[in-house]
């Protein structure tokens, strides 16, 4: 009552024109962390495998590397040196992919140079359409499940909660009870009275 009373006595004095001197508290700023978030940057890689179509597209494309390098082999293993062992014929079939098939000397039957054409025009699309599916998966489809967002986000105050305003404070214990209820009335529409 005292600290009240004196603060209103200290405001009615001011006049228009006094400098009004406004004490406020700063926010303490983030550390720099020196260590990497290892849960952090295992939790990106859990969710690039579980959640992107990047593992059944990559073995999709370990598929048709095999098998058009298992083909060039057979067509060229007796008529180009440069195919004599198979593992010569996969580093060449790489190198195709990455280099659009301008790595020569090249297969140099028809079968061969057709194999190795398609094999080089595949392999880059399908490499690279794993990897815009993957960054299309990770960066754009969560943005259509909000739910995904917002228990993300829920998670990271959670984990800085010591460092929360109490403004933050509010908001995240309003969106905790406005998910707990909505799924509350989820549970009971279906008729499953259980939590």
Same mark, same amino acid.
């Given at each position: ?36 978030? +290892?849960? *952090?940057?295992?939790? %990106? #890689?859990?969710? !690039? @495998? ?51 098939g301008a ?17 080089? +025009?595949? *392999?880059?699309?399908? %490499? #690279?359409?794993? !990897? @815009? ?5 990770y960066y ?56």
């Amino acid at each position: 009552m005292k600290d009240s009373q004196q603060f209103d006595k200290a405001t009615s004095q001011r006049r228009l024109g006094d400098k009004v001197v406004r004490i406020t508290k700063r926010k303490q700023r983030r550390r720099l962390r020196i260590i990497p978030n +290892i849960p *952090g940057i295992i939790r %990106f #890689f859990w969710d !690039i @495998i579980h959640e992107t179509p990047f593992v059944p597209l990559f073995f999709v494309l370990i598929v048709i590397f095999l098998i058009s390098s298992l083909g060039i082999f057979l067509a060229e293993k007796s008529m180009n040196s440069q195919f004599d062992t198979f593992g010569h014929t996969l580093w060449w079939s790489f190198t195709a992919m990455q280099t659009q098939g301008a790595n020569s000397p090249g297969p140099i039957t028809p079968l061969g140079m057709t194999i190795g054409a398609v094999w080089s +025009i595949i *392999g880059t699309v399908v %490499f #690279f359409g794993v !990897i @815009i599916a993957t960054f299309y998966a990770y960066y754009v489809d969560p943005k259509r499940r909000p739910s995904k967002t917002i228990i993300d986000a829920l998670q990271y105050n959670l984990e800085e909660i010591d460092d929360l305003s109490v403004d933050e404070l509010g908001a995240l214990k309003d969106t905790v009870t406005n998910m707990v209820n909505a799924r509350i009335a989820k549970i009971e529409k279906n008729g499953q009275n259980q939590l």
